[in-house]
């Protein structure tokens, strides 16, 4: 079935280094989400992506949508130790499917 | 504060049993989605309901059911329990009735089965 790869599983970073997590589709999205969940927390939304090739920004995050839309990218510029947790993207088929790709999990060292 | 609620935060039982987890949505949300969490699966959508009815389905067990009420509130039933069905469930809610949709979680039920 459909299938959304996300990598690398883990990244630890020093503090101020870039971060950048990858998801890929074996079948074309209709939008693709991100969302960040915090050690102890929950997935909290940050954004959706729609069209292809949509570049989205917010402040140190820049969030791309491939231009076949089948794959993204989660870039953090200068990381923080507030970055720290587990990023996954969720990418829907279609309206009635959302899979999780498996997160990639961020550390940072001050 | 995502504004869903979910009880009980922690849950432990034995194997074979059957228990019952609890979502209030935001004020406002038609939607209830349940999500499965676990070390080994990641996050898995289990199943969608709006405004009563059942909208999507996921990878949700035939031992396992949902409903959502009359005041929108949502419950998920899990029964003849098994070790591997310990991990984190997570409710979310969202608006409109389209899974891919921004979604807000709650803070999850810890499901230790022993």
């Known amino acids: 079935g459909q299938q959304v790869m996300q990598i690398p599983q883990y990244q630890h970073v020093q503090e101020g280094e870039d971060f950048t997590t990858y998801c890929n589709s074996s079948t074309t999205l209709s939008n693709i989400q991100w969302y960040k969940q915090r050690p102890g927390g929950h997935p909290v939304f940050l954004i959706q992506?729609?069209?292809?090739?949509e570049v989205k920004k917010q402040k140190r995050l820049t969030f791309q949508f491939g231009e076949a839309k089948k794959n993204s990218s989660l870039h953090i510029t200068a990381t923080q130790t507030t970055d720290v947790g587990t990023y996954f993207c969720a990418g829907a088929p279609n309206n009635n499917d959302m899979r999780f790709g498996a997160g990639t999990r961020l550390t940072v060292k001050p | 504060d995502s504004g869903v609620t979910q009880t009980p935060k922690h849950l432990i039982t034995a194997t074979g049993q059957r228990v019952t987890l609890r979502c209030s949505p935001r004020s406002g949300d038609l939607s209830v989605y349940w999500y499965q969490q676990s070390l080994d699966q990641g996050l898995q959508f289990l199943i969608q309901y709006y405004n009563g009815e059942e909208r999507a389905k996921g990878n949700i067990l035939e031992r396992f059911s949902a409903q959502q009420f009359p005041d929108l509130h949502s419950e998920l039933n899990l029964s003849s329990l098994e070790l591997g069905d310990s991990a984190l469930y997570f409710c979310?809610?969202?608006?409109?009735?389209?899974?891919?949709?921004?979604?807000?979680f709650g803070q999850g039920t810890r499901l230790t089965v022993v």
């Open positions: 979310a809610s969202s608006v409109g009735n389209r899974l891919n949709t921004e979604a807000f």
């Open positions: 992506l729609v069209k292809s090739g």
